[in-house]
């Protein structure tokens, strides 16, 4: 095959386009590919001026002055590559990338031939995708990119003036659960409803854009842009009290809101972005349907619950947890009738860590889940061992001892938490009416109808269920009865009052009469004295836990100081 005929073949297997030109830009050749690039057929472009009839008048200075390199013999075989528009035969215009390159090496009579190749579509690609990192598809409003230049601008049209630019960062409340109720579609028109709303109470010059899943920016700027951001705050508040209409359901949310404003501390966008971000997440672990404007402390909470939380994933895996126990006492013999498990923290360089100091954290960033399924299945595993060697055993040996485990909110909240417990009585020895599960009065009142969903399946696994810090909430008289409860744990603010002239008396005497009307058992926590001790049994208490009795130890140690 000579090397013409290999040509030949090249372009008609190309993906290009193939025109070859006269010494007067005559076209000479058409290739199939031509054709369909600009709507000509081969037999009706042959003979046309390229320049008059292809090629765009704008271009026509360059590619001539590529042509001339090319021909007047300097050895240039090849013209750089260049973007160009080529008109079409319906009138239009399409982009191409463009090259002439010599022909005389192939044939002695050719003169230039021209390599088209078609990127109008690529290059619409490229600007959809450059509008969509500009813009959010979904609310249509500018993205965080967008967002992140308009405030870069602000600042610099400020200059360094205080408290002239305001970012307010918005995060909807609870929306992954309203998310994963109504349907992603649902979540969908809620946000772009809630955009329309935001956008319906901003001043003209306000921006208003979307940061990511469930957060919104809004940059203000001007003079005294904190009272502006305060003031539009409130007016959010306000606009989210009435409902959202999603499909046939009437939705209500609300807004935690992050306030920072440029300072001399304070002049760049990404400070300011992350000061607005760490006083919105304030404002959620505040309960959320509020706002909160940035202070230094604020930083260092974040920069502390984020080290903490580090170290806590840590801490799981690696195996430094304990759990302690703490004895359960039974007032009328005054024996053990079981422990309470209260986790620990063996941290590498602090030493043993109360829960204080990280059970917050792991409230907040869901880790309490993993740790309070691990804590609820080395408790389940104690009471054996516990039975076999304590004095006055007969009281814990397996059908009658109780162990104590605490759940938090989250963990109330977690799907698994039923699948959860049956896995921790199954791989234990315990008949399920041995475990009590308790849950802090305030766990409860989040949202008293769930709750008492989950307690209900709870109890249908056989196991008791406890209220614990009774007295530090607001449980109504309602819900108490409503709630399938066994056992009221009254909070140690009341124990270390209890005097009998004390108003710690006249409570603890209340709590004790009504759990006894509803059928329930009382326990007394933190008593510390013997003094206490004796009101309690007066009061007819049915059990107590306390420093009196035993400090929280872990299990080696109180079945030796028990023995
Ligand atoms: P809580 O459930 O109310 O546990 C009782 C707390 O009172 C324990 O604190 C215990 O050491 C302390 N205490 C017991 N007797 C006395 C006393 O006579 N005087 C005083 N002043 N305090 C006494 P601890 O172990 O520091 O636990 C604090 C809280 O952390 C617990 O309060 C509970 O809400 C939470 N917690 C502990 N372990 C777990 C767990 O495994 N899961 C969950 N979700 N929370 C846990
Ligand atoms: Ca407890
Ligand atoms: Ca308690």
């Given at each position: 095959?000579?090397?013409?005929?290999?040509?030949?073949?090249?372009?008609?297997?190309?993906?290009?386009?193939?025109?070859?030109?006269?010494?007067?830009?005559?076209?000479?050749?058409?290739?199939?590919?031509?054709?369909?690039?600009?709507?000509?057929?081969?037999?009706?472009?042959?003979?046309?001026?390229?320049?008059?009839?292809?090629?765009?008048?704008?271009?026509?200075?360059?590619?001539?002055?590529?042509?001339?390199?090319?021909?007047?013999?300097?050895?240039?075989?090849?013209?750089?590559?260049?973007?160009?528009?080529?008109?079409?035969?319906?009138?239009?215009?399409?982009?191409?990338?463009?090259?002439?390159?010599?022909?005389?090496?192939?044939?002695?009579?050719?003169?230039?031939?021209?390599?088209?190749?078609?990127?109008?579509?690529?290059?619409?690609?490229?600007?959809?995708?450059?509008?969509?990192?500009?813009?959010?598809?979904?609310?249509?409003?500018?993205?965080?990119?967008?967002?992140?230049?308009?405030?870069?601008?602000?600042?610099?049209?400020?200059?360094?003036?205080?408290?002239?630019?305001?970012?307010?960062?918005?995060?909807?409340?609870?929306?992954?659960?309203?998310?994963?109720?109504?349907?992603?579609?649902?979540?969908?028109?809620?946000?772009?409803?809630?955009?329309?709303?935001?956008?319906?109470?901003?001043?003209?010059?306000?921006?208003?854009?979307?940061?990511?899943?469930?957060?919104?920016?809004?940059?203000?700027?001007?003079?005294?842009?904190?009272?502006?951001?305060?003031?539009?705050?409130?007016?959010?508040?306000?606009?989210?009290?009435?409902?959202?209409?999603?499909?046939?359901?009437?939705?209500?949310?609300?807004?935690?809101?992050?306030?920072?404003?440029?300072?001399?501390?304070?002049?760049?966008?990404?400070?300011?972005?992350?000061?607005?971000?760490?006083?919105?997440?304030?404002?959620?672990?505040?309960?959320?349907?509020?706002?909160?404007v940035f202070r230094e402390e604020i930083m260092a909470t974040?920069?502390?619950?984020?080290?903490?939380?580090?170290?806590?994933?840590?801490?799981?895996?690696?195996?430094?947890?304990?759990?302690?126990?703490?004895?359960?006492?039974?007032?009328?013999?005054?024996?053990?009738?079981?422990?309470?498990?209260?986790?620990?923290?063996?941290?590498?360089?602090?030493?043993?860590?109360?829960?204080?100091?990280?059970?917050?954290?792991?409230?907040?960033?869901?880790?309490?889940?993993?740790?309070?399924?691990?804590?609820?299945?080395?408790?389940?595993?104690?009471?054996?061992?516990?039975?076999?060697?304590?004095?006055?055993?007969?009281?814990?040996?397996?059908?009658?001892?109780?162990?104590?485990?605490?759940?938090?909110?989250?963990?109330?909240?977690?799907?698994?938490?039923?699948?959860?417990?049956?896995?921790?009585?199954?791989?234990?020895?315990?008949?399920?009416?041995?475990?009590?599960?308790?849950?802090?009065e305030s766990a409860l009142m989040d949202d008293p109808e769930?709750?008492?969903?989950?307690?209900?399946?709870?109890?249908?696994?056989?196991?008791?269920?406890?209220?614990?810090?009774?007295?530090?909430?607001?449980?109504?008289?309602?819900?108490?009865?409503?709630?399938?409860?066994?056992?009221?744990?009254?909070?140690?603010?009341?124990?270390?009052?209890?005097?009998?002239?004390?108003?710690?008396?006249?409570?603890?005497?209340?709590?004790?009469?009504?759990?006894?009307?509803?059928?329930?058992?009382?326990?007394?926590?933190?008593?510390?004295?013997?003094?206490?001790?004796?009101?309690?049994?007066?009061?007819?208490?049915?059990?107590?836990?306390?420093?009196?009795?035993?400090?929280?130890?872990?299990?080696?140690?109180?079945?030796?100081?028990?023995?």
């Amino acid at each position: 095959m000579s090397s013409s005929e290999l040509f030949n073949r090249a372009i008609s297997a190309s993906f290009d386009a193939f025109v070859e030109l006269s010494s007067t830009f005559m076209i000479v050749e058409w290739s199939r590919r031509a054709e369909t690039l600009t709507g000509w057929h081969r037999e009706d472009a042959i003979g046309l001026n390229f320049f008059d009839t292809v090629l765009s008048h704008a271009a026509r200075d360059e590619v001539l002055s590529d042509i001339g390199s090319i021909t007047n013999g300097d050895g240039v075989l090849i013209s750089p590559q260049r973007e160009v528009n080529i008109h079409t035969k319906d009138g239009g215009f399409s982009l191409v990338q463009f090259i002439c390159f010599s022909l005389k090496e192939m044939d002695p009579e050719g003169f230039i031939g021209v390599w088209l190749r078609d990127i109008s579509q690529e290059r619409r690609d490229e600007e959809a995708l450059a509008a969509a990192y500009l813009h959010d598809p979904l609310t249509n409003l500018p993205s965080r990119t967008m967002f992140m230049y308009q405030l870069s601008y602000a600042l610099v049209r400020q200059g360094a003036t205080d408290g002239n630019v305001a970012v307010l960062f918005l995060g909807i409340d609870r929306f992954k659960g309203l998310n994963e109720s109504l349907g992603h579609q649902a979540g969908d028109q809620a946000l772009i409803q809630i955009s329309k709303r935001l956008l319906s109470i901003l001043r003209p010059r306000d921006i208003l854009a979307r940061f990511s899943g469930d957060e919104f920016l809004i940059l203000c700027e001007g003079l005294a842009a904190t009272a502006t951001a305060i003031r539009l705050a409130k007016r959010i508040a306000d606009a989210f009290k009435r409902s959202f209409l999603i499909g046939s359901e009437e939705i209500y949310t609300s807004l935690s809101l992050g306030i920072a404003t440029s300072s001399k501390e304070a002049f760049d966008a990404e400070t300011l972005l992350a000061n607005a971000d760490a006083a919105m997440y304030h404002a959620k672990n505040k309960g959320g349907n509020r706002y909160e404007v940035f202070r230094e402390e604020i930083m260092a909470t974040v920069i502390q619950r984020t080290s903490v939380e580090a170290s806590l994933h840590r801490a799981l895996e690696k195996g430094e947890l304990r759990v302690y126990f703490q004895p359960v006492i039974e007032l009328k013999e005054e024996h053990i009738i079981g422990v309470e498990a209260l986790v620990r923290w063996a941290h590498p360089e602090q030493g043993i860590l109360n829960p204080d100091s990280f059970i917050p954290t792991a409230e907040e960033t869901g880790l309490i889940v993993p740790i309070g399924t691990w804590v609820l299945g080395e408790a389940c595993k104690v009471l054996d061992l516990l039975a076999t060697s304590l004095k006055g055993s007969e009281n814990l040996s397996n059908s009658h001892g109780v162990i104590e485990v605490n759940l938090s909110a989250r963990q109330i909240g977690d799907p698994n938490l039923i699948t959860t417990v049956e896995r921790a009585l199954r791989n234990s020895r315990l008949h399920p009416n041995q475990l009590i599960l308790e849950i802090t009065e305030s766990a409860l009142m989040d949202d008293p109808e769930a709750a008492l969903d989950v307690l209900k399946e709870l109890k249908s696994l056989g196991v008791r269920l406890a209220i614990d810090d009774f007295g530090t909430g607001f449980s109504s008289l309602t819900y108490l009865q409503r709630f399938p409860i066994d056992v009221l744990k009254v909070d140690k603010s009341f124990i270390s009052e209890l005097s009998e002239d004390g108003t710690g008396y006249v409570i603890v005497k209340a709590v004790i009469d009504l759990a006894h009307t509803l059928g329930l058992e009382v326990v007394a926590e933190g008593v510390e004295t013997e003094d206490e001790l004796r009101i309690l049994k007066d009061l007819d208490c049915d059990m107590a836990q306390g420093f009196y009795f035993a400090r929280p130890l872990p299990i080696a140690e109180l079945k030796e100081s028990l023995a």
